[in-house]
């Protein structure tokens, strides 16, 4: 079975930039979580998808970040303009309807100069 | 809400020797899960045990079990015989199963094990 695909690996931009994450989850999985993990910290929920529609985006920095799952399956996480305390992992993960176990992708290191 | 408190930044052990680290967590829910996830520098997240807070029994998976204590909330992880490879962060997580459940996490625990 495949895993969560999760591309780039690695990205750095500078400043007021944009950037956009993507996101494959495992086939048949309803639920979707992109995190933020900064260093040193643990991951903090950005928001949930269920299927196509959002269930919790109650921590997500509205102003800059966006978040769409077209046809709930595949999802793009953005930031626009990017903030020097952007910088972290962003983390996607996946789980059957309702959960609970949650399956990770290898995360984007997203770094903001 | 819920919160999840770890409150050991970094444990170090010797290989073959036994590591328990310390999670708390704060709810008023009845129905939920505990995790415990290994995260190494690759960055991915692995599941290593979970527990069902309806079950008494602690759960066990290989050489990590769980010591759970449902009145005080604390759900701690034991790892017996530590090997090189179990050096990595750890992170405990609680799952409510409210209407459409949430994973929240700890801030984390750095396991380092020394030959």
């Known amino acids: 079975e495949a895993g969560v695909a999760q591309s780039p690996r690695y990205k750095i931009i500078e400043k007021r930039q944009s950037v956009a994450f993507w996101c494959n989850p495992i086939s048949g999985h309803a639920t979707l979580y992109w995190y933020q993990q900064i260093l040193g910290q643990g991951p903090k929920l950005l928001i949930q998808f269920q299927n196509n529609g959002v269930v919790d985006d109650s921590q997500l920095p509205k102003d800059r970040f966006s978040a769409e799952r077209l046809k709930g399956v595949d999802s793009t996480l953005k930031i626009q303009p990017a903030k020097l305390e952007d910088s972290a992992v962003y983390l996607c993960?996946?789980?059957?309807?309702?959960?609970?176990?949650?399956?990770f992708g290898q995360g984007t290191r997203l770094t903001v100069v | 809400a819920q919160t999840v408190t770890q409150s050991q930044p970094e444990m170090s052990v010797q290989e073959a020797e036994t590591v328990t680290l310390s999670c708390t967590y704060d709810t008023s829910e009845n129905n939920y899960y505990l995790f415990w996830y290994k995260q190494p520098p690759s960055r991915q997240m692995i599941l290593v045990i979970r527990?069902?807070?309806?079950?008494?029994q602690n759960a066990t998976e290989n050489r990590f079990s769980v010591n759970f204590q449902k009145a005080a909330k604390s759900f701690s992880l034991k790892i017996s015989d530590s090997q090189l490879g179990d050096t990595a962060m750890y992170f405990c997580a609680f799952f409510v199963t409210d209407s459409w459940g949430k994973l929240q996490f700890g801030a984390g625990t750095q396991v380092v094990v020394t030959p």
């Open positions: 527990q069902e807070a309806y079950k008494q």
């Open positions: 993960a996946s789980s059957p309807f309702a959960g609970p176990e949650a399956f």
